[in-house]
């Protein structure tokens, strides 16, 4: 089956979900992180980014592994946790603790006798992946994980071992950026950086805010080609190792 037969195959509703949260950053910084630290998570699970975007959008026990391995390192851990659904509510507790410290806005999900097991289930996609982000982020913070990007930068490695790899830009502040590994796979993001403005808390005059917007240009081998010859004819030079 060809790349266009099998995108007909795919529901519109999961394309277009699928297209939602392509344009997050979370879901490159998700990516991210479960490339870099993989040797700290020990995970045995070999997935792909698409099957982590499925995961996302029809949550399933790909997402519920991904959760149970993150909330494993993030003392203490619950005792329950191993049971089905369970890791929902252990999700819950952490994000109530550090929602404030790794994610804006109001928190989407808390403890509530087990109704939170059913409303992770009804969330938007976009949104689980702001937790799932979160999640990440929390466990970014713990000693460990400190000490592994530590040791790791004493054995020679350099600071961008544990960041996206930004390969060029242009004249208007558009930033390409190049990620993953042969595991997770690699994937190109165009990053565009606007301004708006905003009311500031007491209400006169408004303050700058930095607006930014993300897409992947390429999640495989044909894509990155297509970008290769789309770039190759305009103004934008980059180099992009197939």
């Given at each position: 089956?060809?790349?266009?037969?099998?995108?007909?195959?795919?529901?519109?509703?999961?394309?277009?979900?699928?297209?939602?949260?392509?344009?997050?950053?979370?879901?490159?910084?998700?990516?991210?992180?479960?490339?870099?630290?993989?040797?700290?998570?020990?995970?045995?699970?070999?997935?792909?980014?698409?099957?982590?975007?499925?995961?996302?959008?029809?949550?399933?026990?790909l997402l519920?592994?991904?959760?149970?391995?993150?909330?494993?390192?993030?003392?203490?851990?619950?005792?329950?946790?191993?049971?089905?659904?369970?890791?929902?509510?252990?999700?819950?507790?952490?994000?109530?603790?550090?929602?404030?410290?790794?994610?804006?806005?109001?928190?989407?999900?808390?403890?509530?006798?087990?109704?939170?097991?059913?409303?992770?289930?009804?969330?938007?996609?976009?949104?689980?992946?702001?937790?799932?982000?979160?999640?990440?982020?929390?466990?970014?913070?713990?000693?460990?994980?400190?000490?592994?990007?530590?040791?790791?930068?004493?054995?020679?490695?350099?600071?961008?071992?544990?960041?996206?790899?930004?390969?060029?830009?242009?004249?208007?502040?558009?930033?390409?950026?190049?990620?993953?590994?042969?595991?997770?796979?690699?994937?190109?993001?165009?990053?565009?950086?606007?301004?708006?403005?905003?009311?500031?808390?007491?209400?006169?005059?408004?303050?700058?805010?930095?607006?930014?917007?993300?897409?992947?240009?390429?999640?495989?081998?044909?894509?990155?080609?297509?970008?290769?010859?789309e770039?190759?004819?305009?103004k934008?030079?980059?180099?992009?190792?197939l």
């Open positions: 089956m060809d790349v266009a037969d099998d995108r007909k195959a795919v529901p519109s509703s999961e394309i277009d979900q699928r297209t939602k949260l392509r344009k997050r950053c979370e879901l490159a910084t998700v990516l991210n992180f479960l490339s870099v630290f993989e040797p700290l998570l020990k995970s045995k699970m070999k997935v792909t980014a698409e099957d982590i975007e499925m995961a996302i959008i029809e949550p399933n026990d519920a592994k991904l959760h149970v391995m993150l909330l494993k390192g993030i003392p203490p851990v619950s005792k329950t946790l191993d049971r089905t659904d369970a890791w929902v509510t252990a999700l819950c507790k952490k994000l109530t603790d550090w929602w404030p410290w790794v994610a804006d806005g109001d928190l989407p999900l808390t403890e509530n006798k087990g109704k939170e097991i059913s409303k992770y289930k009804e969330l938007e996609p976009t949104t689980r992946l702001v937790v799932l982000k979160a999640l990440c982020e929390i466990r970014l913070k713990q000693g460990d994980a400190v000490s592994y990007i530590n040791s790791t930068m004493k054995t020679g490695s350099e600071v961008s071992t544990f960041r996206k790899k930004k390969i060029c830009g242009d004249e208007r502040g558009t930033l390409y950026w190049l990620d993953g590994n042969d595991s997770i796979g690699y994937r190109l993001y165009k990053e565009v950086r606007g301004f708006e403005s905003k009311q500031n808390d007491k209400g006169k005059g408004f303050l700058p805010v930095i607006d930014v917007q993300w897409e992947t240009l390429a999640t495989s081998l044909e894509e990155f080609r297509e970008v290769v010859v770039f190759s004819s305009s934008i030079m980059m180099e992009v190792v």
